[in-house]
């Protein structure tokens, strides 16, 4: 209800909370990203010492990744729906979505090769996969930094998914 009272608000209030939360989710994206290679320097990177084979899962495993990675990229429809809002839409519009396709994909790759390399893919936890990386390795404290980035990232796409609703 938060959310949606915020966006009832105003677009471009809305828009700077959504800045803020943004900004946020990538502090903890970069935040995964050193602190996980600083393990992955330490401990010599255990996760990349396959066993049995760099496709273990096959091709099941391999469609059940692809889809959880699609729904990374779900937001950008929230770009067209406030093309208005855009000074110069054929121009900004292809450039915005063109950098943040690219920013958000960087950073997956990373906060995912990361992770992989300091746990093995048959010791994470599914349900936690990136806190639980943490404390395996000692950082209990990190893992609250996690939770607040995934309570964050969750804010925000519920704030992207009712923006076309609302405006």
């Known amino acids: 209800m938060f959310v949606a009272g915020l966006l009832c608000v105003g677009i471009k209030e809305?828009?700077?909370v959504q800045s803020l939360v943004t900004f946020a989710n990538v502090c903890v994206m970069l935040f995964v990203?050193?602190?996980?290679?600083v393990i992955g320097f330490?401990?010599?990177?255990?996760?990349?010492e396959l066993s049995n084979g760099y496709f273990p899962f096959g091709i099941n495993g391999m469609l059940g990744g692809a889809a959880t990675v699609f729904f990374a990229y779900i937001g950008f429809d929230t770009v067209a729906s406030t093309a208005e809002e855009v000074t110069n839409p054929q121009r900004d519009l292809p450039?915005?979505?063109?950098?943040?396709?690219?920013?958000c994909s960087g950073l997956y790759?990373?906060?995912s090769a990361v992770i992989v390399g300091i746990v093995p893919y048959y010791a994470m936890d599914p349900d936690t996969p990136i806190s639980s990386a943490f404390a395996d390795h000692g950082m209990h404290w990190a893992m609250y930094i996690v939770t607040a980035g995934a309570v964050a990232a969750l804010s925000s796409t519920l704030m992207g998914s009712l923006l076309p609703q609302v405006f």
């Open 109 to 111: 790759m990373l906060v």
């Open 14 to 16: 809305s828009a700077l």
């Open 33 to 37: 990203i050193i602190a996980g290679s």
């Open 42 to 48: 330490r401990t010599g990177w255990v996760g990349y």
């Open 95 to 103: 450039l915005g979505i063109g950098i943040s396709l690219f920013i």
